[in-house]
């Protein structure tokens, strides 16, 4: 059923809708609280679905929230309750509801990892897995052997369907180059990013305290550049993430004095409201992102981005256009002088257009049609994002429309929100574990 007094968009593809599984991982709910962005990902392109007429059903933590069927496969998502240790009981317990119910969708879409390869391998139906992390993993070969691709006989043929493989960027994918990847790009409801006037003179940095995202290279930015920082992260439930929080982090900050705020880790709508505030994001870790969602997510508030030229940020950041890649800490800390003279709008108008959670929906669709023998959607919608209509919850309890899903968790989804006013900006509050109270 709609929501009572939403009008609702008519279909944007002429195909029949399908019944579809969407299996997120159970260590963050659906959406996210705080930092999540697989689970981000999951929600958008699930609403996105469900706004197009597809039957979706989402096996997740029983604490999530999504406009559709909820199949639990925990009571609550781990992370947020602190759990550190290895879940992979908790995937094999995915897989076992996923095989139990398998045979009543028309496609079931993986965002388990590997544990996707499973699901393709032992589901009748098709299985689309997109993978969200690293694929240069030492064991990676074995498990892809097979998977090679093949020209085509003819377009669109129903007789060499795509593997089903799914990687979220060129850079991503380019470690296997002979892999049957399809390359689909994340996207996010970002059009009611917010924006200021004027920013602040204040760099931040918005992930996780980790060595790879170079949380420790962002403190030295901002103490060469002479520029205040602000933090956004969480940290990790893992020994291994505590450790490296109180024995290397938290030293750092303290050395750094006032000049950085560690902030904890923020609701989406606060840490938004930071992007859009701040003079630049920093983003100078060596990992190599396979996409980066904080990337978008600052250009969409118009903040430019200040980032090592590792993964998938080339295909995202425009360098001198959208911000600048250094080599290290000092050569982004000279660079961040040329930020003042990019232009915000044009930062934001261009990746709300390229990273939409409509855009991503028109290839998954596709992509769905292709696992089935079928052709190309035909007619595809516009790439911008359109009005986020939602119709009613349906399962796990839920009576809450989904508008009204999206409205209370616009704070944890990556969903819309007002552009902060100036007269009084509330505190920012950090939610979840990664909430450490540290003195400057």
Request: neutral net charge; aromatic residues 6%; proline residues 9%.
């Amino acid at each position: 059923m709609p929501t009572p007094g939403l009008h609702i968009d008519p279909p944007a593809h002429p195909i029949e809708p399908l019944r579809i599984a969407q299996v997120a991982p159970p260590l963050e709910r659906v959406p996210p609280s705080g930092y999540g962005g697989t689970e981000r990902v999951v929600f958008e392109l699930t609403a996105e679905l469900v706004r197009r007429g597809h039957d979706v059903t989402v096996f997740a933590s029983g604490d999530s929230e999504v406009p559709c069927h909820l199949v639990p496969t925990v009571n609550a998502a781990l992370r947020p309750a602190g759990f550190g240790d290895d879940p992979s009981p908790y995937f094999l317990e995915t897989l076992n509801a996923v095989f139990a119910r398998g045979s009543e969708f028309d496609v079931v879409h993986s965002h388990l990892e590997w544990w996707s390869l499973a699901l393709a391998r032992g589901l009748a139906v098709p299985v689309a897995s997109t993978f969200h992390g690293r694929l240069d993993v030492p064991w990676s070969r074995r498990l892809l052997a097979g998977r090679t691709a093949e020209p085509p006989r003819s377009a669109w043929s129903g007789d060499q369907r795509p593997s089903g493989l799914v990687a979220i960027s060129r850079s991503q994918a380019s470690v296997h180059p002979a892999i049957d990847w399809t390359i689909i790009h994340n996207g996010l409801a970002l059009a009611g990013m917010p924006t200021v006037g004027k920013p602040s003179d204040a760099f931040c940095f918005v992930g996780r305290v980790d060595a790879a995202k170079g949380i420790l290279e962002a403190i030295e930015i901002a103490t060469i550049a002479g520029r205040p920082l602000r933090i956004a992260a969480k940290v990790g439930t893992t020994p291994d993430a505590r450790a490296y929080h109180e024995s290397v982090f938290v030293p750092a900050l303290g050395k750094a004095g006032r000049l950085v705020e560690f902030l904890g880790e923020l609701d989406v709508e606060d840490r938004n409201r930071l992007f859009a505030e701040s003079y630049a994001a920093l983003m100078p870790g060596a990992w190599p992102e396979p996409f980066g969602l904080v990337a978008i997510e600052a250009l969409a508030c118009g903040t430019p981005v200040l980032a090592r030229r590792v993964g998938a940020l080339p295909e995202i950041i425009r360098d001198g256009l959208d911000g600048f890649f250094g080599d290290d800490a000092m050569h982004l800390a000279f660079l961040s002088a040329g930020v003042g003279g990019l232009d915000r709008r044009a930062i934001r108008e261009r990746v709300v257009e390229r990273f939409s959670a409509a855009r991503m929906t028109d290839r998954y669709e596709e992509l769905y049609m292709r696992l089935l023998g079928g052709g190309p959607a035909r007619n595809a919608r516009p790439s911008i994002d359109g009005p986020a209509v939602r119709p009613r919850v349906r399962d796990a309890g839920m009576s809450r429309s989904a508008e009204g899903v999206r409205a209370g968790s616009a704070r944890r989804s990556g969903g819309t929100c007002s552009t902060p006013t100036a007269e009084s900006p509330r505190p920012l509050a950090p939610v979840g574990p990664g909430r450490v109270p540290t003195e400057g």
